[in-house]
């Protein structure tokens, strides 16, 4: 079983939606989970960081985490095309600063 | 890029050949890492660092090796470089990872 699973997707969303990325994990110790972009030919850029239950909010990206549900989702308000792009979720291993990353969502917005 | 540089940035190789890949960080972080990202895999883990000489192995470390002498630098090695080692590499610094720009290497 993997560590880290996301929708593997397409998503495609229209302009102005909202887009919801979903990410599950195996490792109940894990203790940080991280959202990061990436647009193609690039370096993954990090986005978003959550470290306790609830939500995250940090202009139109919010990131939730549920431990009890081992569940951290992205939600990106107002979608533009600017955020085509392939989202990584990434988590810790216990005890540990490496990270575990799903393979990706790729997100289309469609103007 | 978080100062963070990679060399080189592309690299075409024969198979048996050795190759050694550069990471340097102006933000004196004591973690790196090193990243391989293929189709299919996502980012996989070949060796990290948390500090001058103290390195470790990740996920996929078979066939590579590392070092780390300098704060600045973390070096990946690819004793004989294999077809199946062709991919984009990543190195990574700091406790929420910020990503140089990537190495492609292709290894014919």
């Known amino acids: 079983q993997k560590e880290v699973e996301q929708n593997s997707g397409p998503l495609s969303v229209p302009e102005g939606a909202i887009a919801s990325l979903n990410c599950t994990y195996s490792d109940r110790g894990s203790q940080s989970f991280f959202w990061y972009r990436q647009y193609s030919g690039k370096s993954p850029e990090l986005i978003m960081s959550?470290?306790?239950?609830g939500d995250k909010e940090d202009g139109r990206f919010t990131a939730q985490l549920n431990k009890a549900s081992q569940y951290v989702s992205l939600l990106i308000r107002d979608s533009q095309p600017s955020d085509s792009a392939t989202y990584l979720c990434?988590?810790?291993?216990?005890?540990?600063?490496?990270?575990?990353f799903g393979t990706g969502t790729r997100l289309t917005v469609i103007p | 890029d978080a100062g963070i540089t990679q060399s080189p940035r592309h690299k075409v190789t024969e198979t048996g050949t050795p190759v050694t890949l550069r990471c340097h960080q102006t933000e004196n972080h004591r973690y790196m890492y090193w990243y391989r990202q293929d189709p299919g895999h996502g980012l996989r883990l070949i060796h990290y660092s948390y500090g001058v000489k103290d390195t470790d192995k990740g996920e996929v470390s078979d066939g590579y090796s590392v070092s780390r002498s300098k704060t600045e630098d973390f070096l990946l090695t690819l004793e004989s470089a294999t077809s199946s080692q062709t991919s984009v590499y990543f190195c990574a610094i700091g406790n929420e990872q910020f990503f140089g720009p990537g190495t492609r290497l292709t290894v014919l």
């Open positions: 959550i470290y306790s239950n």
């Open positions: 990434a988590g810790t291993t216990a005890g540990a600063n490496n990270l575990f």
